[in-house]
């Protein structure tokens, strides 16, 4: 048989004289034996499950059920195990949209890289003077995201894709008045009460920001067109419609109205690659001084292999826009020749071009051709086409140069 214990008197209170001399009695049992005595616990109340108010959820998972302990903490019911876990009064949101913790638990929405534009509309918005460089950015971006060509797009989507681009939100606002200010944009409401924006077509957008023609179609990245430089990025995306033929710089300046200083400008600022080009003619070192007297070459010289060769103008390449197709652009000519004819009926871009003495002097047109199909094409249709007013010269790649020079071979038309 097991030996009894006693039980350990505890006095209730201990300064007591009584306390020192011992218990009074001796609280011995000897039906109990040693160890089968348990000490009893405090009974303590059971959590007790509630749903939460209204304005209240977890900041955690979002959830609305609860679990409330004695002292009133709630723990959510869901991540209670986590002691960081507690529900919080929110006044600002409501309990069915829930606050996420981090921006990565919020689903993105995929937006398109490349946006496509017309660079005689773009050339036009980048200047100082035209007031719309914000909003016809806005119009082009718009019209990339209306994929289904209803003419109509969600104004948040618009928005949200402007400033996931890094663009202040105060500029995004002043970028939205210059386009509802200029007829690029037209606010709608739906029934639902979602607002829409009407944009217009190419044809209405060229006429409302005083544009004369539209151009041919460039594809560059969206980003490309957001902050610093942006104008040298449409200047040099100008020049890729030529896909690296030789051009002037002054037959562009006539085309695009842009000064040449502002085009050496923008081409450093963009990064253009500058190629130059040569002609190689058959023409021996005997014809040479008649070569400079009577022909509007420049920079005429004798090679070392006995042949002259003269300057041409100079080619660009860029890296960040490629050139597109037509799209709509006979369309858009179309309206604005409705829309924008004077009196006389010519465009002011195209009486700046025509002059009275073209009939005497004939105006200089160089066709550069990258392979002998093309060539041979070209000169079997100049053999049908009369081209007395015009001075004609053909021209096909031969190769380059160990300076990194291109040279033309100058084929008679």
Known sequence: ??????????????????ARRGDPQD?????????????????QASTNYRPAPKPCFCADCGGREFWQLPGGRWLCNTCRPNPAARATRQTLQPAAQPIEKSPQAQPTAIYPEDVSFYTAMGIQAARRASGVGGGWRLYVMAKTLDKQGTGMIARNDLQAWVLSLGVNIRTLQRWMNEARNHDLFIDMQAKGGQWLLRLPNAGLAAVAIKCESVGRKVTMKASALIGKGWKARIGGAYEAIYKGRPITRDAMQKLSNVPVSTQRYRDRQAGVNRTRNYSRSNMRGDMLQGVKEYTQHKGVYLAGDGRIYWRLPNSYQVSFAMRGGKGRARKAKKIIRQL??????????????????????GEFIRLFHYTPATRKATQRKLARIDQKTDILEVYELAGQAKTGAAIWTHCPA
């Not at 048989?1 to 009584?18: E, H, L, V």
């Not at 160890?35 to 009974?43: E, L, S, V, Y």
């Not at 924008?340 to 002097?361: I, K, P, W, Y």
């Open 1 to 18: 048989m097991a030996k009894p214990r006693r039980f350990r008197w505890q006095p209730k209170n201990p300064g007591d004289p009584a």
């Open 27 to 43: 609280n011995f049992d000897s039906r109990l034996p040693l160890g089968d005595i348990r000490p009893q616990r405090r009974a």
């Open 340 to 361: 924008s004819q004077n009196h006389d009926g010519l465009f002011q871009r195209q009486q700046a071009l025509s002059f009275d003495s073209g009939q005497e002097q």
